[in-house]
């Protein structure tokens, strides 16, 4: 009974099994052709339990719907529809096919049985879209739809409009499609949201200076254009009007950093504009022309003071000013008074130290020269603190300035020479000054001795062997002054010092009146050393700017040498100021110069082309004495 139940048991476990492979391989054979039930497309589109060639029918019937279809893009400012032609779109059927029909087909027997059984319990969706975008026209689509969605970041901006009034332009948010980005959300949303719009990544970028930043600038802008400032000097006035306050602004400054202040005025255009009128009120102060007679002082010249503007102060002054509804500003100007003044004079009281040399005997032109410059430097005062400078006060040694040829001392190649020289007979002139001033104890800040003696300077009872001062100045062909020498000295004390200078009769004199400054001037005897014999012989040159026959002499006969003078100052509570003179003589020749033979036509003197003489100031102390 065992055995039989056991025999019918196999028997019909065989049955089953014969039955299920009977019946799954009828299942394959009926869907041999056909794609497997519960297999959808991507858009929902049925393909299962139909056959591959009205699965392909299926697909290309949606393709070709799809290929009409247009899809809706937005911003928050607009929207658009983008064809599937636009964005390059073609079938994609035959890709959704083949992947369509391999499932249910992939792996061993159990394995498409368990894909089979999957998808007809519970679906299988083929990920492949039916239609698909091709990424460069899509891009090259969204490139030309950025034209009308981008925009720059503006900042708003201050403006000074026709009317002269201060406006805000108003400022914009930048904005800017994400291309890249649009393109991979469009190719993989495009068939998912058919009714929907599909918004667009734009990137947005905030101003950084919006309209109420700006408001307080407008403001102040406002009251700076508001009407013309007036700039006042005594009685003077200068306006700037409301079209001038506008051009020195720069509005743009305050834009790129509203918050580094209120507007100014820009500072390098205004600081040219306040120099334009410091070149109309800056005058140099004209020091008076005085005389002592008497006792007394005289006034030859009036004098004036002199004005100065301080341009920075005027900037500042403006600056502030202008931002207010107050529309004048006093010019800070600065009065420099001029020395010899009324108010200096009470201490211009006595003689301090004069000094006097002999011109008798000198040619006409030579004396002319010498009476000409003593007028132009009588009446001089020097002021407590300043420099006296010889050129700076007689002036251009020219013809133009009135002087006559005479002769002067020229070195050339290492030879000495008298020769024709516009204004000679200065030197005179300033060596007879410098002595004045040697003796008066005064502090020499530039002095230079002559290329070789002459025995008229060292008369006394001022004139010390060596003690003389000479000066020069040289022009080029346009006028331009290239080369000078000078005698200066320093006014170091209190009281103003008034130069008096006579030429008369053939004798110069300086005189020194002020305030007798109270120290007391020793002065040690000249000491002569190196001494190199002159040579005695009498040298006759011709000279063609001399009338036929004429005979001048224009140079004696001095040994060279060496002289060192010593000059001490002694003021009481103050070191000792030292003056150590050191002057080197070249010996000098006997020389006179003859015109051409009678008959001879003379030729007028021409200006010879100077060589700076190698003269060495003389040693000064550190105190610089």
């Known amino acids: ?246 051009k020195l602004l720069n509005v743009d400054d305050y834009v790129k950093d509203p918050g580094s202040g209120l507007p100014k005025l820009d500072g390098e255009r205004l600081i040219g504009y306040v120099r334009g009128m410091a070149q109309e009120i800056d005058q140099a102060p004209l020091k008076p022309r005085l005389a002592f007679n008497a006792g007394k002082v005289q006034t030859i010249r009036e004098g004036r003071p002199g004005y100065q503007l301080d341009v920075d102060a005027t900037v500042a002054a403006v600056k502030n000013q202008v931002a207010t509804d107050s529309r004048t500003v006093a010019l800070p100007v600065g009065v420099i008074q001029a020395a010899g003044l009324a108010a200096d004079r009470a201490t211009i009281k006595e003689l301090v130290a004069s000094a006097s040399t002999s011109y008798a005997g000198s040619l006409p032109e030579r004396s002319y020269n010498i009476e000409l410059a003593a007028t132009k430097l009588n009446g001089v005062v020097v002021g407590p603190g300043e420099i006296f400078s010889f050129n700076e006060e007689l002036g251009p040694m020219t013809l133009q300035a009135g002087f006559k040829w005479g002769w002067g001392i020229t070195q050339s190649e290492g030879q000495v020479a008298t020769v024709p020289s516009v204004a000679g007979g200065i030197c005179q002139v300033s060596s007879t000054l410098f002595q004045a001033i040697f003796w008066a104890g005064y502090q020499i800040e530039e002095r230079n001795w002559h290329l070789y003696w002459i025995n008229r300077y060292g008369q006394p009872p001022t004139g010390l062997k060596g003690l003389d001062a000479t000066v020069d100045q040289v022009y080029d062909a346009n006028g331009k002054l290239t080369y000078a020498i000078d005698l200066k000295f320093k006014n170091t004390t209190p009281n103003p010092i008034l130069v008096e200078a006579k030429a008369a009769g053939g004798k110069l004199t300086f005189s020194l009146y002020s305030t007798k400054p109270g120290w007391v001037v020793k002065v040690d005897p000249p000491k002569i050393e190196d001494i190199v014999k002159a040579d005695p012989t009498v040298v006759r040159e011709v000279d063609p700017s001399l009338p036929p026959g004429k005979d001048v002499w224009v140079e004696a006969a001095e040994d060279g040498f060496k002289s060192t003078i010593v000059r001490t100052v002694i003021e009481d509570g103050k070191e000792p100021r030292v003056l150590r003179l050191i002057s080197t003589y070249k010996p000098s020749r006997n020389v006179a110069l003859v015109g051409p033979p009678l008959g001879a036509q003379s030729t007028p003197p021409s200006s010879p082309a100077p060589t700076p003489n190698p003269i060495v100031p003389g040693e000064k102390p550190a105190e610089g004495d």
């Open 1 to 246: 009974m065992r055995r039989r139940l056991l025999k019918s048991f196999g028997a019909l476990l065989v049955l089953l099994v014969l039955g299920v492979v009977v019946a799954v391989a009828a299942w394959e054979w009926t869907h041999a052709e056909h794609i497997y039930p519960g297999v959808t497309a991507s858009d929902g589109t049925l393909l299962g339990s139909i056959t591959r060639q009205e699965a392909s029918a299926t697909l290309v019937q949606q393709a070709d719907l799809y290929s009409r279809d247009e899809l809706r893009l937005r911003d928050r400012n607009g929207e658009w529809l983008a064809s599937v032609k636009d964005l390059g779109g073609r079938p994609n059927t035959e890709q959704v096919l083949g992947a369509a029909y391999k499932i249910g087909r992939e792996g061993n027997l159990l394995q498409q049985l368990g894909d089979q059984l999957d998808a007809l319990r519970s679906g299988r969706t083929v990920a492949l879209p039916i239609v698909t975008l091709d990424e460069d026209r899509t891009a090259a689509f969204l490139t030309g739809l950025a034209k009308e969605i981008d925009r720059p970041v503006i900042d708003a901006r201050l403006v000074i409009d026709a009317d002269l009034r201060a406006n805000v332009q108003p400022s914009q948010v930048g904005r800017e499609l994400d291309i890249p980005k649009a393109v991979r959300l469009v190719a993989s949303l495009w068939a998912s949201v058919p009714d929907n719009p599909l918004d667009l990544p734009v990137e947005e970028t905030p101003p950084g200076v919006m309209e109420a930043d700006l408001e307080p600038s407008r403001a102040a802008l406002n009251t700076m254009l508001a009407a013309p400032l007036t700039l006042r000097f005594e009685n003077r006035a200068w306006t700037l009007s409301r079209q001038d306050i506008a």
